[in-house]
């Protein structure tokens, strides 16, 4: 009997232990794939994201074309956005954004994604645009799932004393 026990308390440490490690390494494997792309330049990104949309959509050259400026325009305002925040951590001036900030934040935000669903409905065709939007809608999903998930793991944990 205390043989079994002992297996089983070693079973359950190593299960642990690899299910941490594994855990660590998809954050450090996320962390530098952002890395990576942090350094591409806009076009660069914009190309790629193009030319993935192209093989899972399979585009025709005039979308690519209309997508690639479209991904273009995306990728100069985020990488402006990237470097006024990063310009404001240095000088640090990181105060908390008031109401009326995050309030125009976000509605940009959400402008931007009409923006962005109004110009896929108008270059893609119907099935794509179909296909678009369940990846679209999955990744999202999945994005807000995990979001919940580390949510809820953060709330079990006890305060130390």
Known sequence: MKHILLIAIALITVNATAQEHRREKKQGDR???????KDFSPEEVATLQTKRMALQLDLTET????????????????????EARK???????????TK????????DQLDNK????AKMKNVLNK???EKWERAHSNRSNKAKA??????????SRKPRN
């Open 31 to 37: 962390k530098e794939r952002a890395h990576q792309l």
């Open 63 to 82: 979308q690519q074309k209309e997508l690639q400026a479209f991904h273009l325009d995306q990728a100069k305002s985020r990488k402006s956005d990237m």
């Open 100 to 107: 009326e900030e995050r309030f125009n934040r976000i509605n």
């Open 87 to 97: 310009k404001m951590h240095e000088e640090g001036n990181e105060t908390k954004p």
């Open 114 to 117: 009409l923006a962005a669903k």
């Open 127 to 129: 099935e794509q645009y």
């Open 146 to 155: 995990k979001r919940s998930k580390q949510g809820e793991h953060k709330r």
